[in-house]
């Protein structure tokens, strides 16, 4: 059982290593300053690209420009680069590799900087996953630098240059701002935000932010489908005396809650599926079959139980119509009146333990899901230490997800 979960957690875990984003509605500007309209996706999150890629539309294939090829490209309101030639500092962070001068270490490259704010006065950052740098820019000049660097000094500890306070104080005079608010701004993107949104508002200068709105989204699905169940119910003093418990299949309906997780492009969720589950059997065991002394025993297994699975699922999409996901999910469970009577024995009412199951589906325009789930096996006898049974199902599940 654990092996076969671990191994589904590193299927998990690989295709999120190899998953892409999805493209979203957006534009560009080529080098001709010819605005595109189109869908547009991102290779990295950690990184300002060099390179993007595009659709004119769902059905077309996808093309790349390079920053040779484009002078701006957007997506939706919340993304935004533009191509800059700028100064940047390429001084390490790294504690063990802090450089001995106070200086920043510039080298001029093209890039595409992402926009974070735009108004009277430009926010633009940088990164290229080792270091993250910030820019600014004042109406009618070029983009430049706000520096912030440690260093290595004399003595062998560590002092920090942080002119870019400097900066912000001439830029962004206005009388809502003090000299002592400025010294206090980190070189976070979220104070710098602060501070240039601060100055806009207090010039009464109208500005655009460019953030993407981390919210989830709460989805209810309607579940419905069919379970093979079976086990075999043994005495553990004597193995050899078993009760088979055929496969069976009985409907099962349920209805789920999911909530996407506000990262990846909602391809992370958690949920919840409270589930009406059934199985009544009765075997009849024949002994001395045929003889004088033939004789049964007739044994009845019912489990009726509901069932609140609780998980989380990835979605893979392979097309803006088409995607596949995988769940894993642990139970909690009420079984009632469940009981396993065997004749000439008595009757034990069910104790359940803990199951955990592995799923995977097909999603078709966000609304119809079909899944198949496999449950490792449910030990249902847990208040007794003569018998023993491992409720074992593998369930077929129709979903439809209910409108917004």
Same mark, same amino acid.
């Given at each position: 059982?654990?092996?076969?979960?671990?191994?589904?957690?590193?299927?998990?875990?690989?295709?999120?290593?190899?998953?892409?984003?999805?493209?979203?509605?957006?534009?560009?500007?080529?080098?001709?300053?010819?605005?595109t309209?189109?869908?547009?996706?991102?290779?990295?999150? /950690?990184?300002?690209?060099?390179?993007?890629?595009?659709?004119?539309?769902?059905?077309?294939?996808?093309?790349?420009? *390079?920053i040779? !090829?484009?002078?701006?490209?957007?997506?939706? *309101?919340?993304?935004?680069?533009?191509?800059?030639? =700028?100064?940047?500092?390429?001084?390490?962070?790294d504690?063990?590799?802090?450089s001995?001068?106070?200086?920043?270490?510039?080298?001029?490259? !093209?890039?595409?900087?992402?926009?974070?704010?735009?108004?009277?006065?430009?926010?633009?950052?940088?990164?290229? %996953?080792?270091?993250?740098?910030?820019?600014?820019?004042?109406?009618?000049?070029?983009v430049?630098?706000?520096?912030?660097?440690?260093?290595?000094?004399?003595?062998?500890?560590?002092?920090?240059?942080?002119?870019?306070r400097?900066d912000?104080?001439?830029?962004l005079?206005?009388?809502c701002?003090?000299?002592?608010?400025?010294?206090?701004?980190?070189?976070? !993107?979220?104070?710098?935000?602060?501070? @240039?949104?601060?100055?806009?508002?207090?010039?009464?200068?109208?500005?655009?932010?460019?953030?993407?709105?981390?919210?989830?989204?709460?989805?209810?699905?309607?579940?419905? %489908?069919?379970? !093979?169940?079976?086990? $075999?119910?043994?005495?553990?003093?004597?193995?050899?005396?078993?009760?088979?418990?055929?496969?069976?299949?009985?409907p099962r309906?349920g209805?789920?809650?999911?909530?996407?997780?506000?990262?990846?492009? /909602?391809?992370?969720?958690?949920f919840?599926?409270p589930?009406?589950?059934?199985? *009544?059997?009765? =075997?009849?065991?024949?002994f001395?079959?045929?003889?004088?002394?033939?004789?049964?025993? =007739?044994?009845? +297994?019912?489990?009726?139980?509901?069932?609140?699975?609780?998980?989380?699922?990835?979605?893979?999409?392979?097309?803006?119509?088409?995607?596949? @996901?995988?769940?894993?999910?642990?139970f +909690?469970?009420?079984?009632?009146?469940s009981?396993?009577r065997?004749?000439? =024995?008595?009757?034990?009412?069910?104790? $359940?333990?803990? *199951?955990?199951?592995?799923?995977?589906?097909?999603?078709?325009?966000?609304?119809?899901? $079909?899944?198949?789930?496999y449950?490792?096996?449910r030990?249902?006898?847990?208040?007794?230490?003569?018998? @023993?049974?491992?409720?074992?199902?593998?369930?077929?599940?129709?979903?439809?997800?209910?409108?917004?």
């Amino acid at each position: 059982m654990k092996a076969g979960v671990q191994l589904f957690l590193l299927t998990i875990l690989s295709s999120c290593c190899f998953a892409q984003a999805k493209f979203e509605q957006g534009y560009f500007i080529d080098d001709e300053g010819t605005r595109t309209d189109c869908l547009i996706r991102l290779p990295e999150r /950690d990184r300002n690209p060099i390179t993007f890629s595009y659709r004119i539309n769902h059905e077309a294939i996808a093309l790349e420009l *390079d920053i040779e !090829q484009s002078q701006e490209f957007a997506i939706g *309101d919340h993304t935004k680069f533009t191509r800059n030639t =700028v100064a940047i500092d390429v001084s390490g962070d790294d504690m063990d590799r802090l450089s001995l001068q106070a200086l920043p270490e510039f080298s001029r490259q !093209q890039v595409f900087l992402r926009v974070l704010l735009e108004g009277e006065t430009n926010l633009y950052s940088y990164s290229n %996953g080792s270091i993250r740098r910030f820019f600014y820019q004042r109406p009618g000049d070029e983009v430049a630098p706000l520096v912030y660097k440690r260093f290595r000094n004399a003595s062998g500890g560590t002092s920090t240059n942080a002119s870019f306070r400097k900066d912000l104080w001439n830029s962004l005079q206005c009388e809502c701002i003090s000299l002592e608010e400025i010294s206090a701004v980190r070189y976070l !993107q979220s104070d710098l935000l602060d501070v @240039f949104a601060r100055f806009h508002d207090c010039s009464d200068l109208p500005i655009l932010v460019y953030k993407r709105e981390r919210r989830g989204k709460f989805k209810l699905n309607l579940r419905t %489908g069919i379970d !093979q169940s079976h086990t $075999t119910v043994m005495d553990e003093r004597f193995f050899t005396n078993r009760i088979d418990f055929p496969r069976k299949i009985n409907p099962r309906i349920g209805l789920e809650a999911e909530y996407f997780l506000p990262i990846m492009n /909602d391809q992370w969720s958690v949920f919840m599926e409270p589930t009406f589950r059934n199985y *009544d059997h009765i =075997v009849e065991l024949v002994f001395h079959e045929g003889t004088p002394i033939e004789r049964s025993r =007739v044994n009845r +297994l019912k489990y009726r139980s509901i069932q609140v699975p609780i998980g989380f699922r990835y979605r893979y999409r392979l097309a803006p119509k088409h995607q596949f @996901f995988a769940d894993l999910a642990f139970f +909690l469970e009420s079984s009632g009146s469940s009981f396993l009577r065997l004749e000439g =024995v008595n009757t034990i009412s069910l104790h $359940t333990g803990n *199951d955990v199951a592995l799923g995977i589906g097909y999603q078709y325009k966000s609304r119809w899901t $079909t899944q198949f789930r496999y449950y490792v096996g449910r030990r249902i006898l847990l208040d007794t230490s003569v018998w @023993f049974a491992d409720f074992k199902t593998i369930s077929l599940i129709i979903g439809y997800s209910i409108p917004d």
